[in-house]
């Protein structure tokens, strides 16, 4: 079974989030909006295959990434989230909540071994 197939997401912590989207925009030329920017790409096996990735500055007072105390998340695609979850509770790997479901994939938070959390997706 395939696990992580790439990696969907950059999240991290700043004082000021528009502030930080703002500068990327002004110096770098990253299009940002309200939840930072995305970065759209095609596989290289299949031209027709999409992907994306998500660049997101977060307010440094966000708890969404606790009980992690980093000043990151990592957000890593994959292709069948629940049968990885159930392989991921058989080794024991501590997740963090239930699978929840958009209109845009399924989600799931675990921790790595030095409690890092992380957050696997699903894309539709």
Same mark, same amino acid.
């Given at each position: 079974?395939?696990?992580?197939?790439?990696?969907?997401?950059?999240?991290?912590?700043?004082?000021?989030?528009?502030?930080?989207?703002?500068?990327?925009?002004?110096?770098?030329?990253?299009?940002?909006?309200?939840?930072?920017?995305?970065?759209?790409?095609?596989?290289?096996?299949?031209?027709?295959?999409?992907?994306?990735?998500?660049?997101?500055?977060?307010? $440094?007072? #966000?708890?969404?990434? =606790?009980?992690?105390?980093?000043? /990151?998340?990592?957000?890593?695609?994959?292709?069948? !989230? %629940?049968?990885?979850?159930?392989?991921?509770?058989?080794? $024991?790997? #501590?997740?963090?909540? =239930?699978?929840?479901?958009?209109? /845009?994939?399924?989600?799931?938070?675990?921790?790595? !071994? %030095?409690?890092?959390?992380?957050?696997?997706?699903?894309?539709?």
């Amino acid at each position: 079974m395939k696990r992580v197939t790439g990696i969907g997401g950059i999240f991290f912590k700043c004082k000021d989030p528009v502030k930080m989207k703002e500068w990327y925009k002004t110096h770098l030329g990253i299009d940002t909006n309200d939840y930072g920017a995305t970065f759209d790409w095609k596989e290289m096996s299949d031209s027709n295959a999409k992907g994306s990735l998500t660049w997101s500055p977060t307010k $440094e007072t #966000t708890e969404y990434f =606790e009980p992690s105390k980093r000043e /990151f998340m990592i957000n890593y695609t994959v292709e069948n !989230l %629940e049968a990885l979850v159930e392989e991921l509770k058989k080794e $024991e790997v #501590t997740i963090l909540d =239930e699978i929840a479901v958009y209109d /845009f994939g399924k989600f799931v938070h675990i921790l790595d !071994l %030095e409690g890092n959390k992380v957050e696997l997706w699903e894309p539709k």
